[in-house]
């Protein structure tokens, strides 16, 4: 296998697929749903994203909650290998990544942070706390103004944005409904590290603005809506879904689900509909899709094994689904919400990644 791997090319489009036992990142070639080349992916990976242009894959060494684990592989998709790791210094057990604006963005969850990693200076230039207990995933906006990240520990949401800042200092706006508490995070947010935030001279000045909102137990997989209006997180210990309005930073909707141990959640492109995974396995569902407009369940999935990572290609016609528990990755038809076929790949399969 490791001669036809060398022979192989890197295919394009491309799905990218950590195995976390392994320790390894497998390239599969989408149009047979076979592994083209294995790299080596650091210790303990977990979620995986790629730069716009397909060329690097980042993958974050997590290591869990207090690990000694600082540091994010980067890989080189074409030449399919490892390239130097990123030493983030004191920021420890990073998961959850997002790149925007041609920088990576990553949580750090030992320091109850998230971090912005620039490639071109090779340094971190931005670290923000939130504030809350294992700061697990993160999802940037298009216009890099606004930040969400989940807690899974304090079962919140952190919605995180830019603001202008008076001269004489931040007028904070009446605490919305139902939210959590809201601080300027120019000041050390409890439990938090002081981010690291300036404005170039002569520009207006401006901070960041972190309103944490109660979710639920478990609050973990979580992701924006496309028109950015709505965050939808999935709760592992609640089995429900919390449905938040971004821009009254409250929760407007609590919404049962079927699945168990809920960890990852996904809208389709369009909008119209929800994927979820969750870690339990026997005869439940391991995968739910939710109507967006009636929220409701329109189909469940039982995989064989409990779910994780979940990728919905650009044109919306296909995901994919790492079955965890069975060292698969689950191909659905967007369309007919269909299993149409499956990925054999290494111990645990989670984060997933789409390069071409």
């Known amino acids: 296998m490791a001669a036809s791997f060398t022979a192989a090319q890197t295919p394009s489009p491309a799905l990218l697929v950590l195995e976390k036992s392994d320790n390894s990142l497998a390239i599969v070639d989408p149009a047979n749903l076979q592994t083209v080349a294995r790299v080596p992916a650091g210790p303990d990976p977990h979620e995986i994203v790629a730069s716009p242009d397909g060329k690097l894959a980042y993958i ?7 690990s000694t684990l600082n540091t994010i592989s980067v890989i080189d998709v074409a030449a399919r290998k490892a390239l130097p ?10 998961h959850g990544l997002a790149f925007a604006g041609g920088k990576l963005y990553f949580t750090a969850e030992t320091n109850k942070a998230v971090g912005r990693y620039d490639p071109v200076t ?4 931005l670290v923000l706390g939130t504030g809350q207990d294992r700061t697990h995933m993160v999802a940037v906006s298009e216009n890099l103004e606004r930040i969400v990240t989940s ?12 603001v202008s800042q008076t001269a004489s200092g931040f007028l904070a706006p009446p605490a919305p409904e139902r939210a959590g508490p809201t601080f300027v995070a120019g000041s050390p947010p409890p439990g938090g590290p002081s981010p690291g935030m300036g404005s170039p001279t002569g520009l207006p000045r401006k901070t960041w603005r972190v309103t944490n909102v109660a979710a639920g137990r478990g ?11 709505e965050i939808w997180a ?4 609640d089995a429900t879904v919390t449905i938040i309005d971004v821009a009254g930073k409250r929760v407007t909707q609590t919404l049962p689900i079927t699945v168990k141990g809920a960890n990852r959640l996904k809208f389709t492109p369009d909008g119209k509909r929800v994927l979820i995974s969750g ?14 407009g009636t929220r409701k369940e329109v189909k469940g999935f039982n995989l ?5 990572g979940i990728l919905i290609v650009p044109d919306g016609s296909r995901g994919y689904i790492a079955v965890s528990g069975k060292d698969k990755v689950a191909v659905v038809d967007m369309k007919n919400l269909e299993v149409t076929g499956y990925v054999t790949t290494g111990r645990q399969p989670d984060g997933l990644a789409w390069v071409q």
């Open 60 to 66: 974050s060494n997590y290591g869990g909650s207090d």
């Open 219 to 229: 609050a973990e997989g979580f992701d924006v809506s496309p028109d950015g209006k």
């Open 151 to 162: 807690n899974v520990s304090s079962g919140t949401i952190s919605i995180i944005e830019q």
């Open 304 to 308: 064989g094994g409990g779910s994780a």
């Open 85 to 94: 790791p990123i030493n983030l210094g004191a920021l420890r057990s990073a």
């Open 279 to 292: 870690l339990g396995a026997g005869a439940d569902s391991n995968l739910v899709v939710l109507d967006t």
């Open 122 to 125: 090779k340094s971190v230039d």
């Open 234 to 237: 999935a709760n592992a210990q």
